[in-house]
């Protein structure tokens, strides 16, 4: 993926990734991005070739769903404890 390109490289990243990871053809992948077919299937044939494994798109996918839903928990926590703490100190100023 070197040389001048009308596309921004995280936009080929993206591209690649989800060419990878779709089950759609990627003649309707390209498509739906707006970028020739051909240039798809030569960005994912590069990639494959460089040290990016497309495996590792589906474990970064998978750890990526793991850590949003830590987040999520995280935050709820966040939010039980911060009410809890409202609780009490109105309850310590009786």
């Known amino acids: 993926m070197s040389g001048k390109s009308k596309y921004p490289e ?3 990243k993206d591209a690649i990734a989800l060419a990878v990871s779709s089950d759609r053809p990627l ?3 390209a498509r739906e991005l707006g970028v020739n ?3 798809l299937r030569n960005w994912v044939r ?3 070739q460089s040290q990016t ?4 798109v589906a474990a ?3 750890e990526l769903r793991e850590l949003r839903k830590r987040v999520a928990e995280l935050e709820l926590e966040k939010d039980i404890l911060r ?3 409202a609780y009490f100190a ?5």
């Open 60 to 62: 970064d996918q998978a």
């Open 53 to 56: 494994v497309p495996g590792d």
């Open 83 to 85: 009410k809890a703490a």
């Open 37 to 39: 077919h051909e240039t």
């Open 46 to 48: 590069t990639a494959g």
């Open 90 to 94: 109105k309850e310590m100023g009786r």
């Open 10 to 12: 995280q936009f080929r």
């Open 27 to 29: 003649r309707q992948v």
